[in-house]
């Protein structure tokens, strides 16, 4: 009998081995980390039939969006967990040097109160919509098939915190300079009631009801993230700017550097979707289902921002250019 | 004051829950997802998380915390730490990453589950950054040891050990999907975080930091004493919501989890972290036997965050505290037995002074596991390696899938727990075993052991090689020895002299 061959140690993890190139940093902690794709009848290694392995089986792996090897999926930023908080962290001290500075200059005395009361009822609210992206991002994450394709969600999900935060903190401050506008009080109100939030919450609530994974991932970052990202931070900025807010504008902007890290990922993951025949048609189904819903919050709420000409055209034209630049 | 407090607006921050109408409570939060414990509305929005950090505080601190763990990696990498460690050491470190790195990434999205679907805004804030933590440990625990892959192909199980059949990665896998990927977001907080990250985490990384720096390995420590800072905010996620349970009335939901989750913790910790603290590591390195570090760690700590929590201890508490004494050296008696089995070498820690420590740490250890070895060493002593080695399987228990066992020699008490499901009879290791899986049978019912997958004939050809295949581990991979029985060596001296006398 001969003896079977002795496995020699290899330069990187097996997985990656094959190649020939050396893996980065964010390959050997960030790919193929999920492990409920090893038994297609059991993700988790449980009774097969028992709820949480049927709701993988049939919202994770038996989505209609089909990828030979989601596993292939890279971020195009690599960002891995330590890369992520040096960057967030710059950012962070960024903002909150904004907050200080224009604390001192006494900004907020300044503004008109009739745009404090704009704040009122047109930004403070906004944290609840930024929450309801942390959660979306949150569940997208937990059903991806792929790790690279989790953690990008994941960061996404952290940043919708930062920016739930920012709107916290802005909305504290702005009680204190005008406490007759029910800041830190009515956003929950105008968030459940006031027409120009509707569009929105309905939108959101929809999307976070969507548990296929296919559809979950399109509808959260194709369809809603660009409404709101159009809407409530380039045109609500553009707003402030107009009625003298510069730190508000000074806000969204530093926000839109998630956004559009955010869209970077999301463009090489609708490349690789497109690889597979059948994918563009899904894909523009979701987005035709999804659009008028995304188009009446955009109209909800930007109809009602002052000094900024046209915004809901210009926003709801953006979100389509968007979804063109990534062949859609 | 230029800036605010962070208390200011820290509350704005987790006044988060609203009411929907376009789509109804249960659909935005499924009971089976949410947990279904009928509780008033709004009794969530009381969750007061203890400990409070903000998303700059978090960015902050953790980058700091990162500067200093991968400092020193960087500082030690050309310190040949490793290649100089004790044989014994490599495999604490090779049983660590493979059971832990990837099931600390899983981590996250038991994290996420509670982020998204908890009722308790509060918690959905704190899950965030749990789930970073938790993305932050499995990507450590991968890159740290991703150094050493070039070396020894058993690093490569750092990574791979999730994906494999391998009998001990099943039972990890079984354990962590049953208290934290297929969980609702409220019991995943009480039994992840609370039940298992409060108690057996601690231990794991504090006390194995205690001993990797006895062992000069200060990477290791470090990273590991890193990660324990992290745990210890996000373990407590899960106590504000005992605590919401308990006031309305939901104590004995509440303590069901906990006694569920910390019987299937004390298992896995029972084969991975008893064996390499009272085996492996290096005799002059260990700090504290597996029972001190139980007893410190489990048994005096966890007990008091029980108690004031307002639960009660589990209902098998006495037979737990009799088997810190002895769970663990069946396992590693099993582990080092079927050693081609799993991915490090497993030191025996046999040699007569190791043995008169475990008689002093545990008496009696002598006339029981000690008679199986006196068997183990006069094979290995003659030289007849072939029965050093198994040729059958052990029978595994249905729910924590580890062999069956009990303590041999004078205090013999091994005993099979059976029970009859839907015409199917299983087997169990013991009453709690049996007990877990009556909680929810059709959990764990459809689940075949790897015992019953070979029964099955669905492990082929039916023997070791077989099996080896079946888990894909491989010659290279396949633990043997961690000191190549140099250890045995005193043996022969001490038998040459007894034959010479």
Known sequence: MTEPQQLKPLKTWSHLAARRRKPSEYEIVSANLHYNDRDPDAPYELSPGMFMNEWYKKNTFATALKHEDWNAFRDPEEVVYRTYNLMQDGQETYVFGLFDQFNQREHDQALDPRWAGTLARMYAPVRYLFHTVQMASAYVGQVSPASTITNCNYFQMADSLRWVSHTAYRTKELSTAFPDKGFARDERAYWEKDPVWQGFRELMEKTLTVWDWGEAIIVLNLIAKPAIEESVLRKLGESARHNGDMLLGLITDAQLIDSARHRRWLASFIKMALETPGNLELIQSWVAKWEPLADKAIEAYCSMLPDVADPAASAKAATRAFRHSLGL | ?501
Request: proline letters at 5%.
């Open chain 2, 1 to 501: 004051m230029a800036l605010l407090n962070r208390m200011d607006w820290y509350d704005l921050a987790r006044s988060t829950n609203w009411t929907p109408s376009y789509v109804s409570d249960g659909e935005l939060f499924p009971a089976e997802l949410s947990g279904d414990y009928g509780l008033p509305q709004g009794a969530w929005e009381k969750y007061d998380e203890p400990y409070k950090q903000t998303y700059p505080e978090y960015v902050k601190v953790q980058r700091e915390k990162d500067a200093g763990a991968y400092s020193v990696k960087a500082a030690l990498e050309r310190s040949r730490i490793f290649e100089n460690a004790d044989p014994g050491w490599k495999s604490v470190m090779k049983a660590h990453y493979g059971a832990i790195a990837r099931g600390e990434y899983a981590a996250a999205s038991a994290e996420a589950r509670m982020m998204r679907f908890s009722p308790a805004p509060g918690m959905r804030n704190m899950a965030t950054l749990g789930c970073l933590d938790e993305i932050r440990h499995g990507q450590m625990q991968l890159y740290f040891p991703h150094e050493h892959v070039s070396k020894d192909r058993q690093m490569d199980w750092a990574f791979k050990a999730y994906d494999t059949n391998e009998w001990a990665m099943i039972a990890a896998r079984h354990f962590f999907d049953d208290i934290m990927m297929t969980r609702d977001a409220i019991s995943v907080s009480i039994m992840l975080t609370f039940s298992f990250e409060t108690g057996f985490t601690n231990m794991q990384f504090l006390g194995l930091a205690a001993d990797a720096a006895e062992a000069g390995d200060h990477t290791f420590a470090n990273l590991i004493s890193s990660i324990q800072t992290d745990e210890s905010r996000h373990a407590q996620i899960g106590g504000p919501a005992l605590k919401i349970l308990i006031e309305n009335g939901k104590k004995e939901e509440a303590q069901r989890r906990v006694d569920i989750a910390v019987w299937g913790a004390w298992k896995l910790f029972s084969v991975l972290t008893g064996p390499i603290m009272d085996y492996y590591t290096p005799l002059e390195h260990r700090k504290q036997s597996f029972k001190e570090f139980m007893e410190e760690w489990i048994v005096a700590q966890f007990e008091r965050a029980l108690t004031d929590m307002g639960l009660e201890l589990p209902w098998y508490w006495e037979q737990f505290l009799a088997d810190l004494g002895e769970t663990h050296h069946g396992m590693h008696l099993g582990s080092y037995y079927w050693r081609p089995t799993v991915w490090w070498n497993p030191a025996a820690g046999v040699t007569p002074q190791e043995r008169a420590w475990l008689e002093e740490k545990y008496p009696g250890w002598n006339d029981t596991w000690g008679q199986c070895w006196d068997v183990i060493i006069d094979n290995v002593v003659d030289g007849n390696m072939a029965k050093a080695y198994p040729e059958t399987l052990p029978y595994v228990c249905n729910m924590c899938q580890l062999p069956i066992l009990g303590t041999p020699g004078k205090k013999w008490n091994v005993k099979d727990y059976p029970l009859e499901y839907k015409g199917r009879l299983y087997h169990f290791g013991s009453e709690v075993d049996r007990w877990v899986f009556q909680q929810e049978p059709e959990r764990y019912a459809g689940h075949l052991s790897i015992v019953d997958r070979f029964l099955a004939g669905m492990i082929q050809p039916m023997d070791l090689s077989g099996a080896l295949q079946y888990m894909n581990i491989a010659p290279g991979e396949c633990g043997d020895d961690a000191h190549n029985y140099a250890w045995a060596e005193v043996y022969r001296a001490m038998r040459a002299q007894r034959n010479a006398g």
